[in-house]
């Protein structure tokens, strides 16, 4: 784990907007709770006791991790990293998960053998085994007639490092498929 304090990704004025809380109450509830030697799901639940709406107490959590330096920015507690990306194309969202489902069409956008589909759900999510390792998971959202979104995440990396170089490395590939969905 590190031993540096960073900041949370949310704002002080949004924690406080979601969770009724700024940082510095959240960081005095959560430090006379003991909250920094337990783990990430036993303080998402006691937040959430609280009467925090999941997906907040989720980001008081992490940010609390991140102020009192148990995690990176994409470092979970068990010390790995997450890689992700996301980008938004104007196609409807069924457009979108063929683009990734269907091996042909992926092979126009994508280096054939990249990936190899596990499962997938419509229109919902995909699960791929890396070439090179690794399980990609993709979750799509519906964002209108012609507007939807995938966001892909890789679990397990060893460091921040190879978190960044996911995401920079996904980002062309979600540019090169925006090319694609637009011929």
């Known amino acids: ?11 002080d004025e949004a924690i406080k907007n979601g969770s009724g809380k700024t940082w510095a109450e959240w960081v005095e509830i959560l ?7 337990k783990p990430h799901k ?12 999941g ?6 959590t992490v940010g609390y991790e991140r102020i009192k330096g148990l995690r990176e920015h994409g470092q979970r507690r068990d010390g790995q990293f997450e890689g992700s990306a996301s980008k938004t194309f104007a196609v409807p969202v069924e457009r979108l998960c ?11 956008w994508l280096e054939p053998g990249t990936l190899t589909m596990r499962t997938a759900q419509a229109g919902r999510s995909a699960r791929f085994d890396l070439a090179d390792g690794g399980i990609l998971a993709l979750w799509f ?9 995938v966001a892909l995440q890789l679990d397990k990396l060893p460091s921040k ?13 979600l540019a ?5 969905l637009k011929g």
């Not at 997906?55 to 008081?60: F, H, I, K, R, Y």
Request: proline share 3%; hydrophobic share 40%.
């Open 1 to 11: 784990m590190t031993t540096t304090t960073t900041k949370p990704d949310l704002s």
């Open 31 to 37: 430090d006379a709770w003991g909250a920094a030697e």
């Open 42 to 53: 036993e303080i998402a639940w006691y937040v959430a006791d609280l009467g925090v709406d």
């Open 55 to 60: 997906w907040w107490a989720q980001g008081v």
């Open 98 to 108: 063929a683009a990734w489902t269907d091996e042909s069409e992926r092979d126009r």
């Open 141 to 149: 959202t519906d964002k209108g007639p012609e507007k939807s979104s």
């Open 161 to 173: 490092a190879a978190a960044d170089a996911f995401r920079e490395m996904w980002k062309a590939r």
């Open 176 to 180: 090169d498929l925006a090319t694609h």
